[in-house]
């Protein structure tokens, strides 16, 4: 294994908190594998980058040799996790539970070495678990050190409902570490409470506590909020490369130092001359995105997909040229109306362009909407059919298409 100070180059790379850090070089000095714990509840069937932040670290962990443990949550996904909510999540059923569950490992798999990583269900232990033993865990947890969670305490003062199960989460959570026996546990920087609470939990027990590290939750593509679904901001780890690559094509230039870092494979010490660059002034942020980009697809996709994922943004945005897969719809929707023209605007709605008659006026005063290449002027809402008499292309900005035909 690498000399302490070397592998602590790499773990501390990217992190938000490691708690406690004497505590962690105390475990690397011995000299063995430690335990690395990752608990994922299987809440969704797919994965985007910010999900994939603690699993590129776990890799990294793989890599200096030590082992990681991969607890798939199908006990405590009945419950969700009450961090960082304002209100309790809706439940889950257990079919749903075990059929997001496989998509996750198939997706975590493509970051975590599969030879070396153990995979475990906590619903083996949660669910046969009897009164007593619930009792006894609860026991070691005090009501008032868990509302003083940011997220409990903001809820109860603000007078919004808690439910009695949601303090039951990082009981069970904290119950992982104990029987899995982990030396390091890993999560968002919202899971830092729970992360504490297993420490403790295996101090009460009578067993050596874990060292709780976090990742920062990753800025989404529009540059402010984290990556969510429900914000429309992410990349998907199953979208497909072309997707993938111009997607993150438009992260704004400040961004990519951290995306190198949290969602690359890129070892640290070239992510380190990254962040020098962009502090000097002397990186060039387009180039360093289309570096990001293909790195990311091949991580994704393959080696190689980044480089064809390249060429289909470059034909489609850079020289211009038509996507090839672009939806189709029949010519006779450009139809003649009453005063011997098309309404631009509705063909532009049938074509799936745009949502609204008014949202496509809008396009095409801003100057986006061209037809077969060549720009329609501002309030050219009917145009002459004669545009239309053989199978031309609608397109609006870089990404909406149609072609009729």
Request: proline content about 6%; glycine content about 8%.
């Amino acid at each position: 294994m690498l000399p302490v100070d070397e592998q602590l180059k790499v773990i501390t790379s990217g992190t938000m908190q490691i708690v406690p850090m004497d505590e962690l070089k105390k475990k690397l000095e011995r000299g063995v594998p430690l335990n690395i714990k990752l608990g994922v509840d299987p809440t969704s069937p797919d994965l985007h980058l910010g999900h994939a932040v603690p699993l590129r670290k776990m890799r990294q962990f793989q890599d200096l040799g030590h082992h990681v443990t991969l607890i798939i949550g199908n006990g405590t996904a009945l419950i969700g996790d009450p961090s960082g909510r304002d209100s309790t999540r809706p439940p889950l059923t257990e079919e749903q539970v075990e059929a997001n569950a496989q998509t996750y490992v198939e997706q975590a798999m493509k970051i975590l070495d599969p030879d070396k990583t153990e995979i475990v269900h906590n619903g083996d232990w949660i669910k046969p678990m009897n009164l007593g033993t619930m009792l006894g865990l609860m026991s070691k947890f005090n009501v008032a050190r868990i509302l003083e969670r940011e997220d409990f305490h903001n809820r109860y003062t603000n007078g919004q409902s808690i439910a009695l199960h949601e303090f039951i989460y990082p009981v069970l959570q904290a119950y992982d570490s104990v029987m899995v026996k982990a030396d390091l546990e890993m999560g968002g920087n919202d899971q830092i409470f729970n992360l504490l609470a297993g420490r403790d939990l295996m101090r009460d027990m009578g067993m050596e506590p874990q060292v709780a590290l976090t990742m920062p939750l990753l800025v989404g593509l529009d540059g402010t909020k984290k990556m969510s679904k429900s914000y429309g901001n992410y990349v998907g780890l199953t979208d497909e490369a072309d997707d993938m690559y111009g997607k993150l094509m438009s992260i704004k230039d400040e961004l990519v130092p951290m995306y190198f870092r949290l969602c690359s494979t890129l070892p640290v010490s070239e992510v380190d001359k990254i962040d020098e660059a962009f502090k000097d002034g002397t990186a060039d942020p387009y180039q360093m995105k289309r570096a990001l980009a293909r790195n990311i697809c091949d991580l994704y996709h393959g080696e190689g997909a980044g480089k064809a994922a390249e060429a289909a943004f470059d034909a489609q945005f850079k020289r211009n040229e038509v996507p090839e897969d672009i939806p189709e719809f029949p010519l006779s929707l450009a139809s003649v109306n009453d005063e011997g023209k098309v309404y631009l605007a509705k063909l532009l709605v049938d074509v799936n362009i745009a949502k609204s008659t008014g949202e496509a006026r809008r396009l095409i005063d801003g100057g986006s909407v061209k037809i077969d290449g060549k720009p329609v002027a501002p309030k050219s809402y009917n145009v002459d059919p004669a545009l239309f008499s053989q199978p031309c292309v609608l397109q609006s900005g870089k990404k909406r298409w149609a072609r009729l035909a």
